[in-house]
């Protein structure tokens, strides 16, 4: 272990002698154990080089191993397959217009990208389905074909609106998930003799005499642990959901939480900070709904409302009015809660409140692990949950709104109930009742979309009463609210699966410095660094698609990297 009385660990930047003592050497350094991590390692490993990776949690997999695993890979061998052949330029057109829709624009050259995030696109594109197959090949992958999913915006531009997404798959070929495909790359990481340390926070970064990434220092229990990396040393750490000192001063304070690892608190950003490398995407994130209180109590298991389940149900704002498409997927539906209102100068509807009856409390509540509406906060028939509140009448249900604002008066501000509150939920739900009975949502076109329409169906396959219900309807998203109680609700906040901002990364996942050239042997990917998603999150499997797209392309520019002389200058360290 490294002496840390030679090391003055409260400096930003250190001096180290020529002579420095490692504690162990590898040919790259992996920081991070989620799908960007590992599929990293993999490829270095099976190319022959010598790996050691660190993991900051006492368990390996991350947000990779809290989530659905799904991956969206364009032009992958079964859309292929099935004669689906996807253009490059349309992809990246689809792209284009809904990460970046301001600066679309079909004639340039780039669709109106910026350039280093045309470029990550393009590798994304060229290299996807390879990495897949690769990762098929070695066994530290199974996956499952949906061609049918359909893309989460209807524009012009998409081309292929099918065909791209897979989900992992169990050993009997089952839809399975993020914890199933990090398990199986955990084995095939252990195949190779790749070294796995856990319980070690990496909070330094070391660079020779020539500004080459040498190592890393990390703190493991109460060592102080220095690991050289002969080729590169790799950031797959993860976002900083976690650190609300990051997220109150890059997001304005206004996600209340996410599903992201507890442990993602954005160790590399100090890191980066400190070696003078920009960060770009700081103010960006993949959002997601989450249920208030349990983001603010950090219940590790919290999964995020990526569907808001059923058809007689609706969300409002504090004063009781209607605030968007609940069907809208995620990210879409997120960006409501950060309306602005000017008159009131406040975040009206940053806290939300779902509001059904018991018919769909009834009908769509949890059915278990294959449930599609991952994150469905609706309990099992018989089952409770502290966050789903229930009311004999509406005045009821907002009055266990209410109390439960009260509980948590000291967060966001105090935020309170509008003194209408009731008067305006009732106009709402006459109001949406009125476009159930016609099928037509005149306030947000409910139900029109291929994602909303596949949603619902998929609620309604796994529950036969509610395919039955759903014949009945002209819109199957939609469907009248009871006139009489009992009703249920849960208060929804904005969250995040993770942040996306960090450094810029080139074609090959180096970082950038602020004159546009790499670090050298420094490489990054996942969402420790600047995504070239825009505002979006693309469509499903947007963030494991690429993110084993780029282990696989790192991999390969990382094989190449010469042996860095170890003449230590300074230490970047967090």
């Not at 900070?273 to 959002?287: R, T, Y």
Request: aromatic letters at 8%; charged letters at 20%.
């Amino acid at each position: 272990m490294t002496n840390s009385a030679s090391v003055n660990t409260d400096s930003t930047v250190i001096r180290l002698q020529e002579d420095h003592d490692w504690d162990a050497t590898a040919d790259v350094v992996v920081v991070g154990t989620g799908v960007a991590g590992n599929t990293t390692a993999i490829h270095c490993a099976d190319l022959g080089a010598s790996v050691i990776m660190l993991e900051k949690a006492d368990a390996p997999g991350g947000t990779s191993a809290k989530s659905g695993g799904g991956m969206m890979i364009p032009n992958n061998n079964y859309q292929r397959a099935l004669g689906k052949v996807e253009a490059k330029e349309d992809f990246v057109a689809f792209l284009a217009r809904v990460g970046r829709p301001l600066l679309f624009d079909p004639s340039s050259p780039t669709f109106g990208l910026p350039q280093w995030e045309y470029d990550l696109i393009e590798t994304y594109f060229d290299n996807g389905a390879d990495a897949l197959a690769r990762l098929e090949d070695l066994g530290a992958l199974r996956v499952v074909h949906i061609p049918d999913w359909p893309s989460y915006n209807d524009v012009p531009q998409d081309k292929s609106s099918r065909g791209r997404y897979l989900t992992p798959a169990d050993d009997g070929g089952r839809m399975s998930n993020g914890r199933n495909a990090i398990d199986r790359m955990a084995a095939k990481i252990a195949e190779l003799g790749v070294e796995v340390r856990l319980a070690f926070r990496v909070d330094g970064l070391y660079l020779n005499d020539a500004g080459e990434a040498v190592g890393i220092r990390g703190r493991q229990g109460d060592s102080v642990v220095s690991i050289r990396a002969l080729k590169a040393v790799v950031f797959a750490s993860g976002g900083f959901t976690h650190n609300a000192d990051l997220t109150a001063e890059y997001l304005n304070g206004q996600i209340v939480g996410g599903c992201a690892a507890l442990t993602n608190t954005g160790d590399f950003i100090p890191i980066a900070k400190s070696l003078g490398v920009p960060l770009h995407q700081m103010n960006g994130a993949f959002f997601a709904p989450v249920v208030y209180e349990q983001a603010i109590l950090k219940d590790p298991a919290m999964i995020a409302n990526f569907n808001c389940a059923g058809d007689s149900v609706m969300v409002v704002n504090k004063y009781g009015v209607r605030v968007g498409n609940e069907k809208a997927t995620y990210n879409d539906r997120t960006q409501s809660h950060f309306a602005w209102d000017p008159h009131r100068a406040e975040y009206p509807n940053v806290l939300q409140f779902v509001v059904m009856d018991k018919r769909c409390r009834d009908l769509y509540g949890y059915t278990g692990d294959n449930d599609f509406t991952a994150g469905n906060f609706i309990p099992r028939i018989g089952e409770t949950s502290a966050y789903f509140l229930e009311g004999q009448t509406l005045e009821d249900l907002a009055d266990r709104f209410a109390e439960r604002l009260q509980r948590h008066a000291h967060l966001l501000n105090a935020i309170e109930l509008g003194g209408h509150f009731v008067d305006n939920l009732r106009a709402a739900i006459d109001r949406f009742n009125g476009f159930a009975r016609s099928g037509n949502d005149e306030d947000f076109a409910r139900g029109q979309t291929g994602i909303e329409q596949w949603f619902m169906a998929l609620d309604n396959e796994l529950r036969a009463d509610a395919a039955e219900a759903a014949t009945e309807s002209p819109n199957s998203s939609m469907a009248p609210l009871s006139d009489e109680g009992p009703y249920y609700g849960i208060i929804l906040a904005p969250g995040t699966l993770d942040t996306k901002g960090g450094p810029k990364v080139n074609q090959k996942l180096q970082i950038l410095d602020g004159d546009e050239r790499a670090v050298p042997g420094l490489y990054g990917l996942g969402n420790c660094v600047a995504s070239a998603s825009g505002q979006a999150y693309w469509s499903a499997g947007c963030t494991w698609g690429p993110y084993l797209t780029f282990g696989y392309v790192a991999a390969r520019n990382i094989i190449q990297e010469p042996v860095k002389g170890a003449g230590i200058a300074q230490a970047h360290v967090n």
